[in-house]
């Protein structure tokens, strides 16, 4: 086990808390609008794919391949193997998790009776999870790593935590109006569009909790959780912020999350 676990473990907590308080105060919008806009809809969703592209290659990819490399394992054999296990992953839950999607009328995943409030909220939560694993991971490892490079992992985790949270502001407005436009009470929608994020600070937590058992595939984990936030990023994010007219403000939203991101990993890390 790691040596530093009290201390990863706060880091782990305050950071992915932080990101679930934007997504919180994101869901907080439902009290001052009572549906979204859809230009701004689109900027949002491509600042967000920015932000998670930007981050899988700076926060996580780059890393698995140092740290391979540090282990005497080709860089590319855990940076490719576990990318493509994140993406196998997600395409699981994403077939089989029932969800629906803001402005779709027929929901995925396996058939169910659960309602279309509940369909909504489950969407974003199966995206937030490769947010918290990743941050959590990068909180481990920078708790585990002595000298420079340790502080180097703490600056890329603080880094990809505010990224993230940057990010989960819209995300949680996105979930909350939708669901205030379905009906429910404003109080109700910004109780489900927090709840949504909360996953983030759990699987944080329990990467770090788990660090001491997968320190030895922390590079083909690094690269899992990339795999999981571009299929997201390919899947689902991008097509929608490209949808109906002025597509081209998903592009330059993109555009401004992944320079965004890019400035503060480079900055941070």
Excluded at 184 to 196: I, K, P, Q, V, W
Aim: glycine residues 12%.
């Amino acid at each position: 086990m790691i040596d530093n676990i009290p201390q990863a473990l706060a880091w782990a907590a305050l950071g992915c808390g932080f990101t679930w308080l934007m997504t919180t105060a994101g869901s907080a919008v439902v009290f001052f609008f009572r549906s979204e806009r859809r230009l701004m809809h689109h900027i949002f969703l491509g600042f967000a794919a920015g932000v998670m592209v930007a981050a899988s290659v700076w926060s996580l990819l780059n890393p698995a391949i140092e740290q391979a490399e540090g282990l005497g394992v080709p860089g590319w054999l855990p940076a490719a193997g576990g990318f493509l296990l994140g993406v196998a992953f997600l395409m699981a839950l994403d077939t089989f998790l029932p969800h629906l999607h803001a402005g779709a009328d027929e929901p995925e995943g396996v058939p169910s009776g659960w309602k279309r409030t509940t369909l909504l909220v489950s969407a974003v939560t199966l995206h937030n999870i490769p947010e918290g694993m990743s941050v959590g991971l990068l909180f481990a490892m920078a708790a585990q790593t002595a000298g420079a490079a340790g502080e180097a992992y703490l600056g890329m985790a603080v880094a990809l935590a505010v990224g993230i949270g940057l990010q989960n502001f819209p995300e949680g407005a996105a979930v909350a109006l939708p669901l205030a436009r379905e009906g429910m009470s404003r109080r109700r929608a910004f109780a489900m569009g927090s709840l949504s994020g909360i996953v983030e600070p759990i699987f944080g937590v329990l990467v770090v909790l788990a660090s001491g058992w997968i320190a030895p595939y922390m590079p083909w984990l690094l690269a899992f959780a990339a795999g999981a936030m571009v299929y997201v990023v390919v899947e689902e994010l991008i097509p929608e912020a490209h949808l109906g007219e002025h597509s081209n403000v998903g592009t330059l939203g993109f555009i401004a999350g992944f320079v965004v991101m890019m400035v503060l990993d480079v900055a941070l890390g």
